[in-house]
């Protein structure tokens, strides 16, 4: 009896272990403090605060994003560290949008026929970065 609750635990242990590092925030080096973006990947997502050890307790989470000071922020070191190359640039009367794609990142969505699967939003004093796409406000 003994060995079988043994051997029960340790399966159940390997699996929280292996969801806990499977399912670690994308942008982890860069905020500590990010949006989720559960149950659908388009404006109608449900988006949540959190912080990057509490992301494991969602589930269904469709995308990710965090805001930066623009200031400390470097978009070329950024886009080396995911290896991400931009696809195209929109600008707005608010900022520019940098829609980019990586290989590192799970996410994918289709833009103007285009497959992309990071935005990076340049504002006044922000930087807004998220994966596949920013949901919500810039």
């Known amino acids: 009896m003994f060995k079988r609750l043994t051997v029960i ?8 272990v292996f969801y ?13 403090c ?9 404006s109608t ?3 949540v605060n959190a ?3 509490s992301r494991w307790f969602y589930t269904n989470i469709r995308g990710e994003s965090f805001k930066a000071d623009k200031d400390s922020f470097d978009m070329n070191a950024f886009l ?18 940098y ?3 990586s290989p590192k990142i799970k996410y994918r969505f289709k833009l103007l026929d285009k497959t992309i699967n990071l935005q990076i939003f340049i504002g006044n004093n922000q930087v807004t970065v998220g994966a596949p796409i920013i949901f919500g406000s810039f």
Do not use: H
């Open 9 to 16: 635990f340790s399966a159940v242990l390997l699996i929280f």
């Open 34 to 42: 990010l949006e989720l973006y559960l149950n659908s990947a388009s």
């Open 80 to 97: 080396s560290d995911y290896s991400a190359r931009v696809v195209f640039i929109e600008e707005i009367e608010e900022g520019i949008s």
């Open 99 to 101: 829609y980019a794609y």
């Open 51 to 53: 912080k990057v050890g």
């Open 20 to 32: 806990s590092f499977s399912s670690y925030p994308i942008f982890y080096k860069y905020s500590n």
């Open 45 to 47: 997502a449900n988006i």
